[in-house]
């Protein structure tokens, strides 16, 4: 398998860059506001489609809806959805930009068509993928704001936050992740040229605008130490690292997993918690052409969180066994992974603690703090050549294994 290389050095980002990212204000609201019954009235009006059931799902600074539907009148629908819709409400700074919306449609096609699940786009009564709208304030008072809206099909499963986590489904996740770039392979969008985003790994020098945020002695030690080793051990590096798509953001509340018996009918029923496959993948916000090892960072970082039945410094063994049984690892990336994984942790809890400094009254942006200082002060306290040695002898144990 071959990525091409890319020379970043000098490299023209374009209006939609990590170094021209524009940020969010403290006192700037860009989180829609949305009154009851609205979500509904979007549905008929737009979608043609009359609402039973609907219930908000969590997100970061957009607001996603869970509904079900009983009739239609949309006429590029040949069916009903029998898991229903999700409709998004997009935050005002991302309604600026529609454009990327069509490409993570792109997106999402192509991985369809190479066997990942995806959301699929449902069409407007217009025949259009995305719609504008204005939104009134719930209060009553003050100027109606404009938000793209779009509705996807809901796709069945379980995310991996939601299970117990195990080193098998480790292992899957890795195998997962490394297939999904597999098959981003030959995919091209004009839109990826020039995009970066705050949450791209290439933003974490940016990371030192907020942490003001971190009052805490000990954590802001840690995390200036590991923006400042991300920036000189990484970002001076990224000529030498495969480049290629990503999704950008394959964490445990993205990935869907399912039992066996649930997706294949002659598999007898059980409990087991390694008895899971993994059945879809969500939100495409953060996709990007940049760095594969990326993808494979950001699923270690996250996975970590969740591992409560083993240490969580063995997760990044398991994964890398899946991931190195479907891709090779250049020993470069190998060695910059205990870095950008503990980037990751850091650039998550900041960007989460200034949002949270935002809108406190939004618990969700704090879900990496419950437990992400705990993991991260044991990643950077734990030398590399351990950590490494203890991820070798893992992967080492797979050789004698029959695993995914």
Request: hydrophobic share 35%; charged share 20%; glycine share 6%.
């Given at each position: 398998m071959s990525y091409k290389k890319q020379n970043f050095n000098g490299k023209d980002k374009g209006k939609n860059s990590a170094t021209e990212v524009v940020i969010q204000q403290p006192g700037e609201v860009i989180v829609p506001e949305v009154a009851d019954g609205i979500v509904e009235k979007i549905a008929e009006e737009i979608y043609g489609l009359k609402v039973v059931k609907c219930v908000q799902l969590n997100g970061y600074n957009d607001k996603n809806y869970h509904?079900?539907?009983?009739?239609?009148?949309?006429?590029?629908?040949?069916s009903e959805n029998?898991?229903?819709?999700?409709?998004?409400?997009?935050?005002?700074?991302?309604?600026?930009?529609?454009?990327?919306?069509?490409?993570?449609?792109?997106?999402?096609?192509?991985?369809?068509?190479?066997?990942?699940?995806?959301?699929?786009?449902?069409?407007?009564?217009?025949?259009?993928?995305?719609?504008?709208?204005?939104?009134?304030?719930?209060?009553?008072?003050?100027?109606?704001?404009?938000?793209?809206?779009?509705?996807?099909?809901?796709?069945?499963?379980?995310?991996?936050?939601?299970?117990?986590?195990?080193?098998?489904?480790?292992?899957?996740?890795?195998?997962?992740?490394?297939?999904?770039?597999?098959?981003?392979?030959?995919?091209?969008?004009?839109?990826?040229?020039?995009?970066?985003?705050?949450?791209?790994?290439?933003?974490?020098?940016?990371?030192?605008?907020?942490?003001?945020?971190?009052?805490d002695v000990r954590d802001r030690r840690v995390v200036d130490d590991v923006i400042d080793q991300f920036t000189t051990s990484v970002l001076s590096r990224r000529n030498d690292i495969r480049t290629g798509f990503i999704h950008g953001d394959p964490n445990h509340l993205n990935i869907l997993v399912q039992h066996k018996a649930d997706v294949m009918p002659n598999h007898a029923s059980s409990q087991d918690p390694d008895d899971y496959v993994i059945c879809g993948v969500l939100d495409f916000a953060e996709a990007a052409c940049t760095h594969p090892?990326?993808?494979?960072?950001?699923?270690?970082?996250?996975?970590?969180?969740?591992?409560?039945?083993?240490?969580?410094?063995?997760?990044?063994?398991?994964?890398?066994?899946?991931?190195?049984?479907?891709?090779?690892?250049?020993?470069?990336?190998?060695?910059?992974?205990?870095?950008?994984?503990?980037?990751?942790?850091?650039?998550?809890?900041?960007?989460?603690?200034?949002?949270?400094?935002?809108?406190?009254n939004n618990e969700y942006l704090l879900t990496t703090a419950h437990r992400g200082w705990h993991v991260l002060h044991a990643l950077w306290d734990t030398p590399a050549d351990s950590l490494y040695q203890m991820w070798a002898n893992i992967q080492e144990s797979y050789k004698s294994r029959s695993t995914v």
């Amino acid at each position: 398998m071959s990525y091409k290389k890319q020379n970043f050095n000098g490299k023209d980002k374009g209006k939609n860059s990590a170094t021209e990212v524009v940020i969010q204000q403290p006192g700037e609201v860009i989180v829609p506001e949305v009154a009851d019954g609205i979500v509904e009235k979007i549905a008929e009006e737009i979608y043609g489609l009359k609402v039973v059931k609907c219930v908000q799902l969590n997100g970061y600074n957009d607001k996603n809806y869970h509904i079900r539907v009983t009739t239609s009148s949309n006429p590029h629908l040949t069916s009903e959805n029998p898991e229903g819709y999700v409709m998004k409400v997009v935050n005002t700074m991302d309604t600026k930009r529609p454009e990327i919306h069509h490409a993570q449609i792109e997106f999402m096609k192509h991985l369809r068509s190479r066997g990942i699940a995806t959301q699929e786009p449902v069409p407007t009564v217009k025949g259009e993928n995305i719609a504008f709208y204005q939104f009134p304030p719930p209060s009553g008072e003050g100027d109606a704001k404009t938000h793209l809206v779009c509705l996807r099909t809901f796709l069945p499963g379980q995310i991996v936050g939601d299970v117990t986590l195990t080193p098998e489904l480790c292992f899957k996740l890795g195998h997962f992740t490394a297939t999904m770039t597999k098959a981003l392979e030959g995919f091209s969008h004009p839109f990826y040229d020039t995009f970066d985003c705050l949450w791209s790994l290439n933003s974490i020098p940016k990371l030192k605008e907020w942490v003001h945020v971190i009052t805490d002695v000990r954590d802001r030690r840690v995390v200036d130490d590991v923006i400042d080793q991300f920036t000189t051990s990484v970002l001076s590096r990224r000529n030498d690292i495969r480049t290629g798509f990503i999704h950008g953001d394959p964490n445990h509340l993205n990935i869907l997993v399912q039992h066996k018996a649930d997706v294949m009918p002659n598999h007898a029923s059980s409990q087991d918690p390694d008895d899971y496959v993994i059945c879809g993948v969500l939100d495409f916000a953060e996709a990007a052409c940049t760095h594969p090892l990326y993808d494979l960072t950001i699923l270690v970082a996250y996975v970590m969180l969740v591992a409560k039945t083993f240490d969580p410094l063995e997760v990044g063994g398991h994964i890398l066994a899946g991931y190195r049984s479907v891709l090779d690892l250049p020993e470069l990336e190998l060695s910059l992974l205990r870095v950008t994984v503990a980037g990751r942790l850091v650039q998550s809890l900041v960007i989460g603690a200034y949002s949270y400094s935002l809108y406190p009254n939004n618990e969700y942006l704090l879900t990496t703090a419950h437990r992400g200082w705990h993991v991260l002060h044991a990643l950077w306290d734990t030398p590399a050549d351990s950590l490494y040695q203890m991820w070798a002898n893992i992967q080492e144990s797979y050789k004698s294994r029959s695993t995914v």
